[in-house]
């Protein structure tokens, strides 16, 4: 079973949250609905702008630590990489 590590944002260089899990698509969905964080509820976070797969949930996690203490330019510049308009991923 895969894991994700991802990223959403509020907007184009807005506000950034950083999260791991096995089911990407309810997640982000959760996400959206303010089902699950307070924070991104609050702040309209709810844009998939950057995911990563991993084959096992300890390389997932390890990854997730990393980027939440990365500095925001380093976050913008991987979401950027891959995804320069900050398209949301799961968006057709």
Avoid: C
């Avoid at 990563?52 to 976050?75: D, G, P, Q, T, Y």
């Avoid at 320069?84 to 991923?89: C, E, N, R, T």
């Amino acid at each position: 079973m895969p894991y994700f590590v991802y990223i959403l944002a509020s907007r184009m260089n807005g506000t950034l949250y950083v999260g791991v899990t096995n089911d990407l698509a309810r997640r982000v969905h959760e996400h959206k609905s303010g089902i699950t964080s307070n924070f991104t509820h609050k702040n309209g976070v709810e844009r998939l702008v950057f995911a990563e797969s991993f084959e096992n949930v300890e390389e997932a996690i390890a990854m997730e630590k990393r980027l939440k203490k990365w500095r925001r330019a380093w976050k913008i510049q991987l979401i950027e990489k891959s995804n320069p308009d900050w398209q949301d991923l799961l968006l057709p």
